[in-house]
């Protein structure tokens, strides 16, 4: 019976979205936003230092333009002060002024600005100019609230009439027979003129700093790209390379960018090992099956031909042999090759020698091997650690004690020991060990002596050799009293070393 089709929309999430299309294809997902360039953030950082910095000159500017015109016209309000107390003379007992013309002259450097003054005497009674000019008490907090300098005279801001003005009061002191006191001159301004000046000032050093931090911007930006010039030659070299170029990076570049190229090279290293490996794994099974597998092919076929029983049984124990060398061929291969492969990607953490030599004793291989050999096991009640793989280092373990119990003479002793800051893997059989020009040979791949050949591949050592070179040690060989011992040496760590 036909299922009931469905005229609803594409399934959805629980959330009411549509989990996919139609059609079953995956959901359509938004591209990911690429992130920002190096260059474009590190302008955005220059240009916002640059700003915040131009902000702090525009303040400084305003500062520094309103200080120097309040400066320079407070010098002309105390020169014009000053003038007009020098006028004061006495005559019949009392203060009188002539304003001088050259007091007025200095005040008409701001044509713009309206005048005030006031001449006043011991007692504050107006002399000449307008009352409403700082009356007396104000003269005393001023006095009070402010510094003098030098001259006497008091600086103040005031309103007239509506309008912010700047006075000063300049006392003139009299000690005559005929008047003793003092003579009070204060004079004003309104504030147009110093409020231009300050203006123009601040707005001469914002066109300065703001030509000079156009320049400075387009300086950056040609810096930050000449720094970052380097990063694009390594992109170029990078994208130039042939795809199986995975030699080391040797561009001349700035330390900082030497860590990345470091990095890279170390990366590329640990690939071109791998692939090495990988290019070796694929020869050497080319290699060494394309022989036994044409063996294996050959005799079945003459065992199937065979009438005769008895040596049709032989073939067929011969086809057995060669099986059982094809499945330790195999299994030494692809072991090389994880050993190959764990030591440049598993992590290295403190493995002790000791569980290593134990769980090769334990695994019960041996008993496959060498039915009935005598195995000792050796090893001592303080750890033995190195820094390295632990799955590696019983690969290599087992290869040693397969190799003694294939080669050697029993007993085989598997034992662990340090010495002169190395730790020490060693498996020990009791013969006299093989001959010199062979002992010259072994760690090599597929080097088998004659007595090995049809029971190895020549892979054992081979393995225990790459295990030595990838964590820093060397596979040694040795004839001692007890007979001939094969030692993998690694370094201690530091702090046990």
Not at 222 to 237: C, G, N
Not at 321 to 338: I, N, V, Y
Not at 380 to 386: L, N, S, T, W
Not at 420 to 444: K, M
Request: proline share 6%; with cysteine.
């Amino acid at each position: 019976m036909a299922e009931p089709r469905s005229d609803r929309g594409p399934d959805r999430t629980p959330d009411g979205r549509p989990s996919g299309r139609r059609d079953g294809s995956p959901p359509f997902r938004r591209r990911a936003r690429s992130p920002a360039s190096i260059q474009l953030r590190v302008t955005a950082s220059v240009l916002a230092l640059l700003l915040v910095g131009g902000v702090g000159v525009a303040i400084a500017s305003l500062a520094y333009g309103q200080q120097a015109a309040r400066q320079s016209y407070d010098r002309l309000l105390l020169g014009a002060a000053q003038d007009i107390a020098e006028s004061i003379t006495i005559i019949n007992g009392g203060p009188v002024t002539a304003l001088p013309l050259s007091a007025f002259e200095l005040l008409a450097q701001a044509p713009d600005d309206r005048i005030f003054y006031a001449v006043r005497n011991a007692g504050g009674a107006l002399l000449t100019g307008q009352e409403d000019v700082a009356p007396p008490a104000a003269f005393r907090e001023a006095r009070e609230a402010r510094a003098r300098d030098r001259s006497g005279a008091v600086f103040y801001d005031a309103r007239m009439q509506d309008e912010k003005a700047r006075f000063v009061s300049v006392p003139r002191r009299f000690a005559e027979r005929d008047y003793s006191g003092v003579v009070t001159v204060t004079v004003g301004q309104t504030m147009l003129a110093r409020n231009d000046m300050a203006y123009m000032l601040t707005r001469d050093a914002l066109i300065a700093a703001g030509v000079l931090g156009l320049m400075l911007m387009g300086l950056s930006v040609l810096v930050i790209r000449s720094a970052l010039r380097p990063m694009e030659r390594i992109a170029e070299e990078m994208l130039a390379r042939d795809p199986y170029d995975l030699t080391p990076i040797i561009t001349p570049l700035p330390a900082e960018l030497s860590v990345l190229t470091e990095a890279m090279n170390r990366f590329m290293g640990r690939l071109d090992r791998q692939v090495g490996a990988m290019r070796n794994l694929i020869s050497d099974t080319a290699h060494q099956l394309r022989t036994p597998v044409a063996a294996l092919r050959v005799q079945a076929e003459l065992a199937l031909e065979e009438e005769d029983a008895a040596k049709r049984q032989q073939m067929v124990a011969r086809l057995a042999g060669r099986t059982r060398s094809l499945g330790e061929l195999l299994d030494q291969m692809l072991s090389r090759a994880l050993v190959i492969h764990r030591t440049d990607s598993a992590p290295r953490l403190a493995v002790d020698l000791r569980d290593v030599a134990l769980e090769a004793v334990e695994s019960g291989d041996h008993q496959l091997l060498a039915p009935g050999a005598e195995l000792e096991l050796v090893i001592g009640e303080a750890p033995v650690c190195v820094l390295a793989d632990e799955m590696s280092l019983q690969e290599a373990a087992k290869n040693m004690l397969s190799n003694a119990l294939r080669h050697g003479v029993a007993p085989v002793r598997i034992g662990v020991s340090t010495e002169r800051g190395n730790a020490v893997l060693w498996v020990e059989d009791s013969g006299p060990g093989p001959a010199d020009d062979l002992l010259a040979r072994i760690g090599n791949r597929f080097e088998r002596s004659a007595a090995a050949r049809g029971q190895s591949a020549g892979l054992g050592l081979s393995i225990v050799q790459s295990v030595a070179s990838a964590f820093g040690g060397d596979l040694t060989f040795a004839v001692t009293p007890g007979g001939f011992r094969v030692a993998l040496r690694l370094p201690l760590p530091e702090e046990t070393a």
